[in-house]
Nanobody
Framework: QVQLVESGGGLVQAGESLRLSCAAS????????VGWFRQAPGKEREFVAA????????HYAASVKGRFTISRDNAKNTVYLQMNSLKPEDTAVYYC????????????????WGQGTQVTVSS
């Protein structure tokens, strides 16, 4: 079992930045790829970014590429999502998720989920 806890959400204005953290506990964190997903009100949850077990491989949704950066510190069992140039359309609950080794853009392929953290971007 892997437990994931997100933090770092909040209310910001358009153009500002936030850094989300996903702290993991349980099994060997470095065995797991981690993805970030988000769900806006009235919409389905969507893929945002993912990093493989080492962090060397990453992938981003087109809507956030160039603005968001995913990184991980396996020594601290933590994955980060640096979000720059935030837009009102980035407003959502952000979730981190874990699966063994290989990253995926598919929500269904992740076994472990955090509880989510709210990000609100005002215009």
């Amino acid at each position: 079992q892997v437990q994931l806890v997100e933090s770092g959400g909040g209310l910001v204005q358009a153009g500002e930045s936030l850094r989300l953290s996903c702290a993991a506990s349980g099994r060997t964190f470095s065995d797991y790829a981690v993805g970030w997903f988000r769900q806006a009100p009235g919409k389905e949850r969507e893929f945002v970014a993912a990093a493989g077990w080492s962090g060397a491989n990453t992938h981003y949704a087109a809507s956030v590429k160039g603005r968001f950066t995913i990184s991980r510190d396996n020594a601290k069992n933590t994955v980060y999502l640096q979000m720059n140039s935030l837009k009102p359309e980035d407003t959502a609950v952000y979730y981190c998720a874990g699966r063994l080794i290989y990253m995926s853009t598919l929500e269904s392929q992740y076994n472990y989920w955090g509880q989510g953290t709210q990000v609100t971007v005002s215009s």
